[in-house]
């Protein structure tokens, strides 16, 4: 079975541009959630979806925002790109919504930014 | 590939012996426990996970252990092997708004010694 899969796997941008990042889910997940890492760091929650409807975001402005689609994959978008957004960006999806079901992750894009 | 964390506190074991990688927790209310194990290059692996009612729990080699009087998570890896060489996270459950989150310790890096 296929696992958590994102696109692309690596990605180098200039400040001030526009990124979109995917993610698909594990089948039959409908929450995706995504997170930051930075290096030497553990990953920071940006946001969660569920049944297409963000649940919740974390301390990210607003430059960041993402969407769900009708078969749960998820686009990440960061406009007006930041030497402080080079991160590797983790997709991790999960059954239902609850804090009580394991988040399995994919592999990241990193983004570099110039 | 790219380290993941170059400053993450260290654990050096031999080969065929036990390791024990420890994390404290923040949150007294979280109810869910995960550890990951994160390879250079890879996205967070799920290795095993654990509930507030219990506070043990066993798998193919590995046994996380939760103290919930002093907040506190281990993780025990028994004949430890070149391929457990990775940087591991513990991570709590939670909810920001609605949405529920993982929230993740530093990591600790394993090293594997021949």
């Known amino acids: 079975d296929a696992g958590v899969t994102q696109s692309p796997t690596h990605l180098i941008k200039t400040r001030g541009q526009h990124v979109t990042l995917r993610c698909s889910p594990i089948s039959g997940h409908k929450s995706v959630s995504w997170y930051q890492q930075v290096l030497g760091q553990g990953p920071q929650f940006i946001f969660q979806?569920?049944?297409?409807?963000?649940?919740g975001r974390g301390n990210f402005p607003d430059r960041f925002s993402a969407r769900q689609f009708p078969n749960y994959s998820s686009e990440l978008n960061v406009n007006a790109l930041l030497l402080g957004d080079s991160a590797l960006y983790l997709c991790?999806?999960?059954?239902?919504?609850?804090?009580?079901?394991?988040?399995?992750f994919g592999d990241g894009t990193r983004l570099s930014i110039l | 590939g790219e380290s993941v964390g170059l400053h993450l506190p260290t654990l050096s074991v031999q080969e065929g012996d036990n390791s024990i990688i420890n994390c404290a927790y923040s949150?007294?209310?979280?109810?869910?426990f995960i550890w990951y194990k994160q390879e250079s290059g890879k996205g967070p692996q799920f290795i095993i996970d654990?509930?507030?009612?219990?506070d043990k729990r066993q798998g193919q080699r590995v046994t996380v252990l939760l103290n919930k009087t002093v907040k506190h998570l281990s993780l025990q890896i028994a004949a430890t092997q070149p391929g457990d060489s990775a940087v591991y996270f513990c991570?709590?459950?939670?909810?920001?708004?609605?949405?529920?989150?993982?929230?993740f310790g530093t990591g600790t890096r394993l090293q594997v010694t021949l």
């Open positions: 979806y569920y049944e297409k409807e963000e649940r």
């Open positions: 991790a999806s999960s059954l239902r919504d609850s804090t009580n079901q394991p988040q399995h």
């Open positions: 991570a709590e459950t939670g909810y920001t708004g609605t949405a529920s989150k993982l929230t």
């Open positions: 949150n007294s209310a979280s109810d869910y």
């Open positions: 654990i509930r507030s009612n219990m």
